[in-house]
Nanobody
Framework: QVQLVESGGGLVQPGGSLRLSCAASGSKFSINVMGWYRQVPGKERELVTNMSSGGSTNYADSVKGRFTIARDNAKNTVYLQMNSLKPEDTGVYYC?????????WGQGTQVTVSS
């Protein structure tokens, strides 16, 4: 079992920045993929970004150039640096891990971009 604990959400003005963190525990081996989804009310959960243990990354088109994922494999922690935030980035951000053929999810952290 992998447990994921997120932190760093909050309220920010448009154009501002936030940094999310997600610490994983309970894995004996390197976690294959870690990343972030977000859920906006009335819409399906969408992939924001992810990173493999080897460093390969994927980003949603809507966040390319503004969001950056980073990962500390030694600490099993993944970070999401969000810059130039827009109101449409508002939502609940969920950290996830793909480990030994199973998906694990964090509890979610609210990000609100509003003036």
């Amino acid at each position: 079992q992998v447990q994921l604990v997120e932190s760093g959400g909050g309220l920010v003005q448009p154009g501002g920045s936030l940094r999310l963190s997600c610490a994983a525990s309970g894995s004996k081996f390197s976690i294959n993929v870690m990343g972030w989804y977000r859920q906006v009310p009335g819409k399906e959960r969408e992939l924001v970004t992810n990173m493999s243990s080897g460093g390969s990354t994927n980003y949603a088109d809507s966040v390319k150039g503004r969001f950056t994922i980073a990962r500390d494999n030694a600490k099993n922690t993944v970070y999401l640096q969000m810059n130039s935030l827009k109101p449409e980035d508002t939502g609940v951000y969920y950290c996830y891990a793909y480990y030994r053929f199973t998906y694990y999810w964090g509890q979610g952290t609210q990000v609100t971009v509003s003036s």
